[in-house]
């Protein structure tokens, strides 16, 4: 069964910095794919970032520059690692993995909800 926990976190002030954690466990997959998504109470759920196992990455155009996802692969951690935070990255941020393994996808970051595992989200405030 695969299990996703999300921790790290917090409240800071614009321009602060944070580290996201995931630990996953029970992929049986040679090639997965892991990253991030963010939330705001009444907009859609958007995606972050993203990398496979094979360590190739992917960012969202809004956070390219400032964010870096990395992935301990030994210890099943996912990492998001988040510089000159903004309040417009305020949000709950989600890891998740695609169901059914394989490297990212270009379109993973629109897929259907229910097409992913999830962690339980951890909540990023930014104030200004």
């Known amino acids: 069964q695969v299990f996703l926990s999300d921790l790290g976190g917090d409240s800071v002030q614009s321009g602060g910095s944070l580290r996201l954690s995931c630990q996953f466990s029970?992929?049986?997959?040679?090639?997965?794919?892991v990253g991030w998504f963010r939330q705001v109470p009444g907009q859609e759920r958007e995606g972050v970032a993203s990398i496979s196992n094979d360590g190739r990455a992917n960012y969202a155009d809004a956070v390219k520059g400032r964010f870096t996802i990395s992935l301990d692969k030994r210890g099943r951690w996912l990492y998001l690692d988040m510089n000159d935070l903004a309040p417009d990255d305020t949000a709950t941020y989600y890891c998740?993995?695609?169901?059914?393994?394989?490297?990212?996808?270009?379109?993973?970051?629109?897929?259907?909800?229910?097409?992913?595992?999830w962690g339980q989200g951890t909540q990023v405030t930014v104030s200004s």
């Open positions: 029970g992929f049986i997959y040679p090639q997965y794919c």
């Open positions: 998740a993995a695609p169901k059914g393994g394989g490297f990212c996808s270009g379109s993973w970051f629109a897929s259907e909800t229910s097409s992913n595992y």
